[in-house]
T-cell receptor, first 111, second 118 residues
Framework: SQQGEEDPQALSIQEGENATMNCSYK?????LQWYRQNSGRGLVHLIL?????REKHSGRLRVTLDTSKKSSSLLITASRAADTASYFC???????????FGAGTRLAVHP | GAVVSQHPSWVICKSGTSVKIECRSL??????MFWYRQFPKQSLMLMAT?????????EQGVEKDKFLINHASLTLSTLTVTSAHPEDSSFYIC??????????????FGPGTRLTVL
C-alpha cells in the first residue's frame, strides 16, 4: 500500500480544545506536508516541513518532524468548529517530490 | 498561491465510454503534474507522475492503457479514462509543480473531478 499510517483515524473534540494528529512513514523523505480537505472538496495545503527541520508553526498550527522515528505530528490549538475536516499527511519523495498520502484523520470539532 | 484548474468538475458517463479530464496550471509553468484518485472516505492514491514532453510514470497497479496521460505543454495535462466502468467512479485530482525549483517547493492541487460511470 502507498499509504503511510496516520492516527487517530477519527478525532472528536470540543471547541477550544487542542487536536493532535500523528503520521508515520517508512521510507526517506524530502519533506512532509499536511493538507486539509473538507468533505467532497479539494485539498488545502497547510504546512510543508523539510527533512532537515524539526518544527514549524503557522498560526494555530504546529507541525513537528522526527526523522529518526520517521514520524510527524500536527497540532491544532484552540480548535474551532470550522476546523472540522479530514487532515492528511503526505511525504514528498523522489526527484519529482511525488506525494504519498497517509490514510487521514477525520476531525470533528463540536461547538 | 498558484492556481490549478480542472475541467470538468463533474461528469457522468455510460459504461464503456471514454472520459477526458483536463488539468491546467493558470499562472505558472508546471514541469511536473500528478494524478490522484480518491474513493469515498479514503485517502488520495497517486496514480501517475507526468513530465512535460515525456511519458508518464505510473504507480504500481495502475493500468497505463486504461488511464492515458498526456502532458503536452507546460500548462496542461490530460487524463483519459478509457472504456470506463462503474468501478472507475471516483474523485480524480491533479496537482502541479515547477520541479525546476527543487524538491521542497509546493505542489498546487486542482479542485478535483468527480466521475460517475453508470
Amino acid at each position: 500500500s502507498q499509504q503511510g499510517e496516520e492516527d487517530p483515524q477519527a478525532l472528536s473534540i470540543q471547541e477550544g480544545e487542542n487536536a493532535t494528529m500523528n503520521c508515520s512513514y517508512k521510507t526517506s523523505i524530502n519533506n512532509l506536508q499536511w493538507y486539509r480537505q473538507n468533505s467532497g472538496r479539494g485539498l488545502v495545503h497547510l504546512i510543508l516541513i523539510r527533512s532537515n527541520e524539526r518544527e514549524k508553526h503557522s498560526g494555530r498550527l504546529r507541525v513537528t518532524l522526527d526523522t529518526s522515528k520517521k514520524s510527524s505530528s500536527l497540532l491544532i490549538t484552540a480548535s474551532r468548529a470550522a476546523d472540522t475536516a479530514s487532515y492528511f499527511c503526505a511525504r514528498g519523495t523522489g526527484g519529482y517530490n511525488k506525494l504519498i498520502f497517509g490514510a487521514g484523520t477525520r476531525l470533528a470539532v463540536h461547538p | 498561491g498558484a492556481v490549478v484548474s480542472q475541467h470538468p468538475s463533474w461528469v457522468i458517463c455510460k459504461s464503456g465510454t471514454s472520459v477526458k479530464i483536463e488539468c491546467r496550471s493558470l499562472d505558472f509553468q508546471a514541469t511536473t503534474m500528478f494524478w490522484y484518485r480518491q474513493f469515498p472516505k479514503q485517502s488520495l492514491m497517486l496514480m501517475a507522475t507526468s513530465n512535460e514532453g515525456s511519458k508518464a510514470t505510473y504507480e504500481q497497479g495502475v493500468e497505463k492503457d486504461k488511464f492515458l496521460i498526456n502532458h503536452a505543454s507546460l500548462t496542461l495535462s490530460t487524463l483519459t479514462v478509457t472504456s470506463a466502468h462503474p468501478e472507475d467512479s471516483s474523485f480524480y485530482i491533479c496537482s502541479a509543480r515547477d520541479s525546476g525549483r527543487g524538491p521542497n517547493n509546493e505542489q498546487f492541487f486542482g479542485p478535483g473531478t468527480r466521475l460517475t460511470v453508470l
